[in-house]
């Protein structure tokens, strides 16, 4: 497997890396903290969910152009359709306010998921050019000889 463009990986892994690391500990502070205080869902929250949905179009196109067609299909299936049906149909019940935290939760998966993805996608390209490099040095090393 060949990374088509190592900067923009690389920027999605940095990405990846922000988005599995402060999102979460940010909206359980703000869950915790200010949802005890008057019983809805804080705007913090939504705002911090928003900021980590943010990130999605670049998601798509770093997949698009390394040509990672599963990743996008179960960027769709598992996390636009559901966010789409989950904010296009919730009500003004008791629970709403945890219904939206569900795509957040998937969307958090699949960044995880896709963050070691991205580990594995580089250590497969070095484990290529290494093994290039050792054939370009074993193939100049017999005609040397």
């Keep these: 497997m060949t990374i088509k463009n190592i900067e923009l ?3 999605l892994r940095q990405i990846l890396d922000l988005e599995v690391t402060y999102p979460p500990v940010l909206i359980t502070i703000t869950f915790l903290f200010l949802n005890s205080i008057n019983n809805s869902l804080p705007t913090l ?3 911090i969910i928003a900021i980590a949905k943010m990130a999605i179009p670049f998601i798509v196109y770093v997949l698009l152009v390394e040509k990672k067609y599963i990743w996008l299909i179960s960027l769709l ?3 636009i359709i ?6 296009s149909s919730i009500s003004e019940s008791v629970f709403s306010k945890y219904f939206l935290l569900i795509p957040f939760l998937i969307f958090y998966f699949y960044c995880v998921l896709l963050k070691y993805a991205v580990r594995d996608w580089f ?3 070095e484990a290529k050019a290494e093994h290039e490099e050792m054939k370009r040095e074993m193939s100049k090393s017999q005609t040397d000889k």
């Design 45 to 47: 929250t939504i705002l």
């Design 123 to 125: 250590s497969e390209a």
């Design 82 to 87: 559901p966010s789409a049906i989950i904010y």
């Design 9 to 11: 990986v690389e920027r």
């Design 77 to 79: 299936i598992f996390i």
